[in-house]
């Protein structure tokens, strides 16, 4: 009854222990961030807008699911050009042509969602290729992974098991004694 007993205790120290891989614990509530900006006209300065997700307060990991809505000019447009990329690690190089990319949109209003595939570090990117100024809305909603249920229906099994051995050991006719 001992083993059984550290059996159990070992198997929950292991349950709680566990470690996550999300920017965020499993089950953890939402992650949330919205604002706006302005994109100048093509022809002009700050006709693009390029920033680290992270840096707009949604901390991306593994599993995630990002939800994420924007509007040009309150979805009246025109379009513009929207993607979610990664750059290669340590690069210094930030052109869009070295880059991964994960959603691409052009579009003047978008609402979607993308699970986010590995680390980081993500970032979004936002083109006006008009001649007039465009007032972006947006808003990101990060979503932590399904708890992994794996260990509530393995370690069970393991437990019947380890008690049925135990069972039919026990039950077992022995010897007679000499």
């Known amino acids: 009854m001992r083993r059984l007993a550290g059996v159990i205790a070992l198997g929950l120290t292991l349950l709680f222990v566990a470690s996550t891989a999300s920017a965020h ?15 100048g006209r093509a022809t002009g300065n700050n006709a693009s807008f390029h920033a680290y997700i992270s840096t707009l307060g949604i901390p991306p990991g593994p599993g995630d699911t990002l939800r994420f809505s924007w509007s040009a000019n309150s979805g009246i447009g025109p379009a513009i050009s929207f993607n979610i990329h990664a750059h290669p690690a340590n690069s210094a190089n930030t052109s869009l042509t070295y880059a991964t990319t994960y959603y691409q949109a052009v579009a003047d209003r978008v609402d979607d969602s993308w699970v986010v595939a590995g680390s980081g570090p993500y970032m979004v990117f936002w083109d006006n290729p008009n001649n007039v100024t465009e007032n972006v809305s947006y808003s990101f909603v990060l979503l932590p992974p399904s708890p992994d249920l794996t260990v509530f229906v393995v370690f069970p099994v393991i437990l019947a098991v380890v008690v049925l051995l135990l069972w039919v050991a026990r039950r077992r006719p022995r010897g007679p004694k000499t």
């Open 25 to 39: 614990a499993p089950g953890s509530p939402p992650t949330s961030a919205s604002g706006s900006f302005v994109l």
